[in-house]
């Protein structure tokens, strides 16, 4: 490296450090108190300026020093000086904070991360250690107080008492650490933990079981086995294991020879590289076939012994890797970091935290998708500076076979080289310049090259063949003839491994009177070889030549190695033959030594031979071209797809069968299949344009196999555990995908699904949903976020789609196959908006926690925290070249930051109150700011029964030069949202709470037109990239595309359950996403579609659903404040009860049927005729809502409980209030007669349940127990029991006349309804029945829920307890009601098109209706 070059890289590290310990000091300032923090946290504080002052001191020394060894020596010092400042500075980030956990907590966790060393006094020790002994050895980098200064640190650090007990980093996560006694059996006696069979700690970790004294010595007991979640995350990484790639690389290259590799280990470059710290790297390079692999093998096996590969008790762990171009698992970067990894992992287990990181954040599969990548390499360089690592080796094979990001692969080798010394690596590939170059070699990493080594290789050559000629069968005794075949392979080899073992390998099976004719015949070098082996081929007998190019056509064009039963399925070899694994291996066999076989896989012998194949011989094995092959190829993966496919293949009978409980029959209909479910798509897509066989059109046959078997593909692929590539090639094939029975039942009612495969359709359903006649615009619905969502946005290349939250996290997703790549955590409240920066690197989010928050949009990590707010910031934008970012906030404040360093450039003022929304003009000349002051979406996203918007103060839109702030135009407006500039910056639009999109003129400030159609806020507006058209989301739980130009409406996007609160367009216009109150982001195809019909039903959320009862008829209410009647059995509505004031939220029906009775939020009761709808009476008395009405047991009297904290009973018949219960403590949620008439009880918001004597009008006793409001209490029949439902999630049974507590039946979700069957033997809910009778100490079981049900999460419709029908989200309830075998669903859809009995406007009642209305029984 140039002189230059050593003294930038020094500074560089330098100043780096010097920025971490600067943001450290900075973290330990920031903190508001000390409290619960460690002492050794504040004494290491107090060391850090020091630090900065000799780092300072370092630099100056760097910058005037001209001895450019000098510079060179300080670097592997100050690279681990760098190590220990990060991890010191990850502490403090872990640590300072004053929420979650205590202090202590928190360190004692974030140090078993670091592992051995990671105590707060030990970094700081590590540092100072480092700076003491540049100080040492170069006298003049610091002056002699600052080593006065160093010394009586580091002693004073030295002193320090340790702030973690010994052998921490192996305590489980529950050891007691802080202020406080943990006493454990402190007395004398036994103490027995565990001592009945089980396990304890199982997991992963170190478990102390106490300090036995004996003699002095201190006896410890660990158990350091992963737990089942750690496990899982391994099986997630793991898609080979490296050392099963390397036996049978060995195997197929015919066993590893010792004496053919020894020589390397005697090399001086290896040696060097092995025993010099300075030298990190190893390059072995090589023309193909020179033995670079088996050389590796070599080198592994003899470095393991030393190493935890083979020694428990070692320190030094290896790893590596074998490339394989030919295999699509092995020859991709990411896959070489996951097999490095999983090897360290599986040597040291504590390094699988690291791993789990990932998996915390609620990414389930992280490794995966476009992002893969960046998410391994970030566990890869963690897991590299983990400090209990020592010496580590990393190697891997075959660099010019990584054919995916071989690039960012070399990048990570070269950085990791730098910066962790106690890494080596060793890498092998061909003589390529773009690998040479991206190495970045110098004279610290070598290069062996094995043409310069040609003595060493030939000698090793020369071994191999006389060990090989030795074993040829038909010459062993022959000793002469051995020894003139010898020479001859020795000349004819020309130091190539693979040229000699190809040779020998056609040996094998040649008589010995024909071995030197043969050996004359072949040409020496590789090709000329392949050509004759070719030849050989082309001579065979009658159709073997055919054969035989079938099966190599066919495994050059695959996409991995191929199974024999795969080989014979899609080559097109007659039926005779494919179907028989014998004749398939003679067929290979036949293929000269192109392919082996192993363990019934077939593979290239070498990547040379696939490269010969596909170059010099493409004509002889493609006369046709590769398009014929790759039809034929596509062509057998539909025959033999469509033979075997069907449904439930694998007879699991339970559509909803965990699939990672799934295990293959012993027969597997699928095996010969695997290949072709997963690659028949990509070979159809190889197939070049205009091939005139390829079939797509109308009644083709893709249209064919679509047509009768889509279904069926698709729970293949679920079975193969590979749906993200059947959504790929669904994108590929412009397709459309939704989810077996599901997929039948919930299809629209002319799609060609649902025709298709009406046959499918499950008979266990009797009355299906009413549902729109085609296909919704929504491509995927993405869940995920435990709140709303708040703010959306895609990259600039439309790749990944960004959604902020007010759960307080960010989340991206693949905008392709919708898969979750990464959780960005570190607001502590609410996010308000996002955005991408136009580069697509970073990503802005900004919060009501005060800050702006800028991410590495690939990496997921967080580069800047921007602060001075001082308020909640409610607005972000990047300005269009990237370099800045505008963010605005409630007080008033708008400032721009520079995106690179994260200062802030301006701070703007020029409002009176809150700043809503800000945007760039896109040639940045102008900023653009609106005003409003308001709650957005403040309860009724979550469906609460108010919106409440505040006053307006200063409600402007203002246009602000960029540069001098200086402000160019202001606009008076009314109720503004929201604004943004069209991409030509001609148009600014802006949206209103009002529910209209007003159009600028951005020069002249006019307003062009107003678009009306929205009926709520405005929320978001985004223009198309091409100005032409622009989309709105709002309150009104919609999104609208509208032509610019003219304002007309295009296209109405409808299925959000709550307010839409943000829209993005991709740039090519051709996704928009959504984001909503319902916790859901929406992906939508933008084609615009004619506007639904809008059918009758419900205009609001429904509130409550009952049955008549005799179950002929349904009763629904909803927040419209009307009631409907409908036929249970058809759907058809019968009656609109009209007449309350506000919503209806509670609705029963007489026990005669005659009456219903309605409750509402207007304070009163009415009873209506449920024949005519007729209004009877309006009960009228309470002072609030009404939460709930019961009738008595007789009909005579009917119950109300209020908000009013009081409960009313009325002559059912007259309406004549008969008395009052007074003296709740709390809103009254749920009233019940008993079977007698004599008691009710009442639920309150308190957590508490009321038994009153009703003859007596006095409170009998209160219940106690719940932690949360009871919603429901009810009643048995005899009247021993009562049973209430809570919040708190679990339902209890109180013996009713006692009041003692006889059962608490933990539910896991919240159930609003429940009542006894007539037997006393069910207790009915809104989600289906629970057996009663079981232990009280036993939680509840899935077969506790007999017949059909829901589950907890309402995505289910369950057959004892087995999941039998998805329901997509927008047919999830908000209430239902289950009657035997009829389960009616009522939501809040605030769209026509998901109608089942009645399809409304904003709301729907669906009802999905099981084996009771037919005479015999069935189940699914």
Request: aromatic share 8%; proline share 3%; charged share 20%.
């Amino acid at each position: 490296m140039s002189g230059v070059g050593e003294a930038g890289l020094v500074l560089g590290i330098i100043s780096s450090i010097i920025s971490i310990i600067d943001a450290t000091k900075q973290l330990y300032e920031a903190a508001k108190d000390e409290a619960g923090l460690p002492t050794n946290f504040k004494k290491s504080a107090t060391k850090l300026p020091l630090i900065a002052k000799l780092l300072e001191d370092t630099e100056r020394y760097i910058n005037n020093s001209a001895d450019e060894s000098i510079k060179a020596a300080f670097i592997p010092t100050l690279e681990d000086c760098k190590v220990q400042a990060t991890l010191l500075e990850e502490l403090f980030e872990k640590v300072m904070p004053e929420e979650g956990d205590s202090r202590w907590d928190r360190y004692a966790k974030a140090a078993r991360t670091i592992g051995k060393g990671g105590r707060v006094e030990s970094l700081m020790k590590g540092i100072l250690d480092n700076l003491q002994l540049l100080a040492t050895r170069f006298p003049e980098v610091t002056t002699q107080r600052g080593k006065d200064q160093l010394a009586i640190a580091v002693e004073e650090v030295t002193k320090m008492e340790p702030s973690l007990p010994d052998s921490f980093e192996q305590m489980p996560t529950y050891t007691h650490y802080g202020s406080g006694d943990q006493n454990v059996n402190t007395g004398s006696g036994i103490q027995h933990i565990n001592p009945g069979t089980g396990h304890q700690n199982s997991g992963s970790g170190t478990m102390v079981i106490g300090n036995n004294y004996n003699d002095n010595k201190i006896v410890m007991v660990y158990n350091n086995a992963i737990d089942s979640s750690d496990q899982k995350c391994l099986q997630d990484l793991r898609t080979t294991d490296p050392r099963d790639d390397k036996k049978r690389i060995e195997e197929t290259k015919g066993g590893l020879l010792a004496d053919s590799y020894r020589w390397i280990l005697e090399h001086s470059d290896f040696q060097q590289w092995r025993d010099d710290k300075q030298s990190p790297l190893l390059w072995i390079k090589g023309d193909p076939g020179k033995g670079k692999t088996m050389l590796l093998c070599g080198i592994v096996n003899e470095m393991s012994p030393l190493t935890k590969l083979r020694d428990k008790e070692a320190t030094t762990l290896l790893s590596y890797f074998f490339c394989q171009a030919t295999d699509k698992r092995i020859n991709n970067a990411t896959a070489v970091l996951r097999g490095l990894i999983y090897l360290l992992i599986d040597q040291r287990p504590s390094l699988v935290s690291h791993l789990r990181k990932k998996y915390d954040h609620g990414v389930e599969r992280p490794f995966e998708g476009v992002n893969g990548w960046v998410a391994l390499s970030s566990v890869f360089e963690n897991i590299l500076q983990d400090l209990s690592l020592k010496s580590t080796y990393l190697i891997i094979d075959a660099l010019d076979e990584c054919e995916i990001d071989l690039p960012q692969l070399l990048k990570l080798v070269t950085k990791s080289t730098s910066i962790f010394p106690r890494v080596k690596w060793i890498v092998s590939s061909r003589n390529k310049p773009d690998i040479e170059a991206r190495l970045r070699l110098n004279d610290a990493k070598m290069i062996l090259s094995l043409e310069l080594n040609s003595e060493h290789v030939s000698c090793a050559i020369e071994l191999f063949i006389d060990h090989k000629v030795s074993k040829l069968p038909l010459i062993m005794d022959d000793s002469a003839l051995q020894e003139i075949v010898r020479h001859q392979i020795y000349a004819k080899a020309s130091g190539t491994f693979l040229w000699a073992a190809l040779a020998l390998k056609e040996l094998e099976i040649v008589d010995s009177w024909d071995v030197l004719d043969v050996l004359q015949e072949m040409p020496p070098e590789l090709e000329p070889l392949y050509d004759r082996m070719l030849r050989q081929v082309q001579q065979l007998q009658r159709k073997d030549p055919e054969f035989c190019r079938l099966v190599l056509s066919t495994m050059t064009l695959a996409y991995r190695p191929l199974h024999l039963l795969e080989i014979g399925a899609l080559s097109g070899l007659p039926r005779q033959i494919s179907t028989n694994l014998d004749n398939v291996i003679i067929v290979i066999n036949k293929c000269g030594s192109f392919l082996t076989i192993r363990e019934n896989r077939t593979y290239f012998i070498h990547q040379s031979a696939k490269d010969f194949l596909l170059g010099k011989a493409f004509h002889k094995v493609f006369p046709s071209g590769k398009a014929e092959v790759n039809y034929t190829m596509f062509s057998r993966s539909r025959e033999i797809m469509s033979r075997t496919l069907r449904r439930d293949i694998y007879g699991l009978h339970a559509p909803g069968f965990p699939i990672h409980s799934v295990k293959p029959p012993d027969q597997d209909p699928l095996s010969a299949l695997r290949y072709s479910c997963v690659y028949w798509v990509d070979h159809l897509c190889d197939v070049e344009t205009g091939y005139d066989k390829i079939g797509l059109g109308d009644n083709g046959v893709v249209h064919g196999f679509l047509t009768e078997h889509f279904l069926h593909w698709m729970e293949a692929l679920s079975l193969l555990k590979s749906i993200s590539n059947g959504i790929l090639a669904i994108n590929k094939l412009k397709g459309f995908l939704k989810t077996y029975i599901s997929a039948l039942v919930f299809a629209p009612t002319y799609s060609v699904i649902r025709e298709l495969y009406k046959n499918d359709e499950p008979d266990w359903i009797i009355t299906k949903p009413i549902i729109e006649s085609n296909w919704s615009a929504c491509l995927q619905t993405l869940e995920g976020h435990t709140d709303l969502v708040s703010s959306v946005a895609f990259s600039h290349d439309g790749r990944r789609l960004a959604s902020g939250s007010r759960d307080h996290t960010v989340r991206i997703w693949d905008a392709e196959t919708g898969a979750l790549q990464l959780v960005l955590e570190g607001h502590s409240q609410i996010i308000n908006v996002i955005a991408f920066s136009p580069n697509g690197r970073w990503l802005a989010s900004v919060s009501d926690d005060g800050t702006v928050r800028l991410w590495s949009a690939e990496e997921g990590t967080l580069r800047h925290v921007l602060e001075g707010h001082f308020s909640k910031v409610n607005a972000v934008a990047f300005s269009p070249d990237g370099k800045q970012l505008a963010s605005a906030s409630a007080n008033g404040m708008v400032k721009l930051w520079d995106v690179e360093t994260g200062s802030l450039e301006q701070s703007r003022e020029g409002y009176n109150d809150e700043i809503c929304a800000i945007a760039f003009s896109p040639d940045i000349l102008r900023l653009a700011s609106a005003s409003t002051n308001y709650s957005a979406y403040a309860d009724d996203s979550d469906n609460s029964d108010d919106s409440d918007y505040s006053g307006i103060w200063d409600s402007t839109i203002k246009l602000w030069d960029a540069k001098t702030g200086i402000i160019q135009q202001m606009h008076e407006v009314s109720w503004v949202s929201t604004l943004v500039f069209s991409l030509d910056g001609r148009q600014l639009a802006s949206g209103t709470q009002y529910g209209d999109i007003d159009l600028w003129d951005a020069e002249t400030g006019d307003l062009q037109q107003t678009l009306e159609g929205h009926t709520d806020q405005v929320h978001s507006i985004t223009f198309y990239s091409d100005g032409r058209q622009l989309a709105s989301s709002s309150h009104d739980s919609t999104v609208r595309i509208w032509v610019a130009e003219t304002g007309m409406l295009q296209q109405i996007l409808e299925g959000h359950t709550a307010p839409v609160l943000s829209v993005t367009i991709s740039f090519d216009g051709l996704r928009l996403a959504s984001g909503s109150g319902d916790r859901t982001v929406r992906i939508w195809d933008t084609e615009v579609r004619p506007l639904q019909q809008k059918l009758e039903g419900h205009t609001d959320c429904v509130n409550s659903i009952t049955f008549s009862p005799n179950g002929g008829r349904l009763a629904s209410c909803s927040r419209e404040a009307n009631a409907r009647i409908w036929d249970a059995e058809t759907g058809v509505p019968q009656q609109v009860l009209k007449g309350h004031t506000e919503f209806v939220s509670s609705i029963k029906f007489s026990p005669h049927g005659r009456m219903l009775a309605s409750g509402s939020y207007d304070s009163t009761v009415r009873i209506w005729d449920s024949e005519t709808g007729a209004l009877q009476r309006t009960l009228k008395g309470h002072t609030s809502h009404v939460n709930s009405i019961k009738y008595s047991f007789d009909g005579r009297r009917l119950a109300s409980g209020s908000a009013d904290k009081t409960v009313r009973i009325w002559d059912a018949d007259t309406g004549v209030l008969q008395q009052t219960l007074k003296g709740h403590t709390s809103p009254v949620f749920s009233v019940s007669f008993s079977s007698d008439g004599r008691q009710l009880a009442s639920a309150l918001w308190d957590s508490t349940v009321w038994i009153w004597d009703i003859e007596m009008s006095i409170l009998q006793r209160t219940l106690k127990g719940h932690t949360a409001v009871v919603k429901s209490v009810t009643f048995s029949f005899d009247g021993r029991w009562l049973a209430s439902s809570s919040g708190d999630q679990t339902v209890r049974i109180w013996d009713a006349k006692t009041g003692v507590l006889q059962q608490t039946l933990e539910i896991d979700f919240f159930l609003t309804e429940i009542s006894f069957s007539s037997d006393d033997l069910y207790l009915i809910t809104e989600l289906g029945s629970i057996a009663l009778g079981q232990s009280s100490s036993l939680p509840l079981l899935a077969h506790n829920w007999p017949g059909y049900c829901l589950s907890g999460n309402r995505s289910w419709i369950t057959w004892n307890g087995n999941k039998v029908l998805w329901l997509p989200i927008e047919y999830r309830p908000r209430c239902s009601i289950v009657k035997e075998h009829t389960i009616a669903i009522g939501s809040c859809v605030e769209t026509a098109k998901f109608g089942a009995i009645v399809v409304a406007e904003s709301s729907t009642i669906r009802l999905v209706t099981g084996c009771a209305l037919v005479d015999v029984p069935r189940t699914p």
